[in-house]
């Protein structure tokens, strides 16, 4: 059974940084686009960040540009999310994603095919 497990969340005061991790089991997703998403409480979840199966191009919601970093290695079939200069704003659970239904549609939540359970990330003032 295909799975999506992330890790890395946890508490952080404004401006620091963590280092989200999904990692994938029970099938490869080396030939899917993965992606970020959050979701704060009282809000729907929203589109983080993006990435091609061979990593060349990646994409970012204009609130996070300039700060996160998506990356994978399909070699140990896990995906990265680097948080640089954290605000509270940014608060939230953060989910990974995989294997949209067309690769035009990396934005849309409801496109995913598999979803982690989340991790928490919390950003302090």
């Known amino acids: 059974q295909a799975q999506l497990v992330e890790s890395g969340g946890g508490l952080v005061q404004a401006g620091g940084s963590l280092n989200l991790s999904c990692a994938a089991s029970?099938?490869?997703?080396?030939?899917?686009?993965m992606a970020w998403f959050r979701q704060a409480p009282g809000k729907e979840r929203e589109f983080v960040a993006a990435?091609?199966?061979?990593?060349?191009?990646?994409y970012y919601a204009n609130s996070v540009k300039g700060r996160f970093t998506i990356s994978r290695d399909n070699a140990k079939g896990t995906m990265y999310l680097q948080m640089n200069s954290l605000k509270p704003e940014d608060t939230a659970v953060y989910y990974c994603?995989?294997?949209?239904?067309?690769?035009?549609?990396?934005?849309?939540?409801?496109?995913?095919?598999?979803w982690g359970q989340g991790t928490q990330v919390t950003v302090s003032s």
């Open positions: 029970g099938r490869t997703f080396s030939s899917d686009y």
């Open positions: 994603a995989a294997r949209p239904s067309s690769t035009y549609l990396y934005a849309q939540r409801r496109s995913y095919e598999y």
């Open positions: 990435i091609t199966r061979n990593g060349l191009a990646t």
